[in-house]
């Protein structure tokens, strides 16, 4: 039996929306760390929470090397990123350090293997 | 409606929706949307738990979207989706206008230059698994033209491999497609197996051979009952070529 010739786009555009919504099958690693008590300064029962959205957190790759920015950074008790949402839950002592901080750490420009320095992320969003 | 017109309108609109990811829209790069990042992330991700480089859920989700096409519909993505694809058949039809004569390959010397595909195929996964980056965006024309020359990409030797990929599809249609693709190298066993294949009717068939000269990739619908070449892309120029009503026809075939 023949079949119409428009069986080909249903098939592409139905496959490919397809593909996009089954991304969320496929989750992205999260990373963890929980720094040294002595880091947060301060009682940690006065830390809070800031969640980012960060342009840059797109891998684990990226994702290590953005949690390294804040190993030995006073105030900051623990830092988790996902790198699927391209986000990073820090828990801070705001005593100690203040989100402008946390803002300003990440998106301090970076010197690269070629000497050249770079921006390599961007706080799009915090909460 | 003339099928060209609607796969011409798709594709111009995945371009579109491209460009404008490139450009700095969206929440994803368009990097995310590649199928062939997915396979480049497999390694990565069975190894050690983790995307390549720039890659995500998104490019596993496509890889595993367009193997079920393929599986379905032969490669189907390459005519109707693929923007480098579409680029190469705008080339080619350039081509034609422009390039005195016909320039005519042997069909051994097809056979022997499509191997390429599988070296290029190699090539890219031996170094980005030996690496871990994507250290041949350099030559990737999609990464090329879509990033414009960006971060990864090798100024002059970039600029080289990309006029003569261009140079090539002027002269021979579809070339990157037919010769360097990696992705249509990984699709070739499934594409082999896909379901829907055009199928000929040889009682109206006059063998006119218009179906070879309208099929970009130089396939020959009149020689065959059921066309089985994993390059056939389901573009349908052949059926549309066809001037017997009811002679070219898609059919589901093992
Ligand atoms: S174009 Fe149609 S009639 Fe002509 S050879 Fe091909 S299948 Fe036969
Ligand atoms: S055989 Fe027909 S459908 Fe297949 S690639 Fe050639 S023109 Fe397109």
Known sequence: MNISKYIIPVLVLSTMFGGYFLRHAFTQPTTSAIFESSQSGGNLEDNLTLTCKVQGVKCKGTANFFTKLYTDIAGISTLETVASDHKAVFTYNPKVISPDDIRAIMEKPIRLNNGSTKQIFTCLEMK | ?254
Request: hydrophobic share 45%.
């Open chain 2, 1 to 254: 409606m003339k099928i060209r017109y609607l796969r011409w309108s798709l594709l111009t609109v995945v371009v579109g929706a491209l460009t404008w990811m490139a450009l700095g829209n969206g929440e994803r790069s368009f990097e995310a949307y590649c199928p062939f990042g997915g396979i480049e992330s497999l390694y990565g991700l069975f190894r050690e738990g983790q995307f390549t480089c720039a890659l995500g859920p998104l490019n596993l989700s496509m890889l595993v979207a367009i193997l079920v096409l393929t599986l379905l519909a032969k490669k189907a993505f390459c005519s109707w989706v693929c923007p480098i694809g579409f680029l190469g058949e705008l080339l080619s039809k350039i081509g034609i206008k422009i390039v005195p004569g016909k320039f005519q390959i042997s069909e051994s010397v097809n056979r022997w230059f499509k191997l390429l595909r599988y070296i290029s195929l190699a090539a890219v996964l031996f170094f980005t698994y030996r690496t871990g980056e994507l250290i041949l965006r350099g030559y990737d024309p999609f990464y090329a033209i879509f990033s414009g020359m960006g971060h990864g990409t090798l100024g002059n030797v970039t600029i080289l491999v990309m006029s003569l990929i261009a140079i090539g599809s002027l002269v021979i249609p579809m070339f990157f497609c037919r010769y360097l693709c990696p992705l249509g190298a990984a699709l070739d066993p499934f594409s082999k197996l896909g379901l829907i294949k055009i199928c000929r009717n040889e009682e109206t068939c006059i063998e006119c051979g218009e179906c070879q000269t309208a099929c970009p990739h130089g396939l020959a619908p009149q020689d065959t009952i059921f066309l089985r070449d994993s390059d056939c892309t389901n573009c349908l120029e052949c059926v549309e070529a066809c001037p017997e009503e009811e002679t070219l026809n898609l059919k589901l075939k093992l």
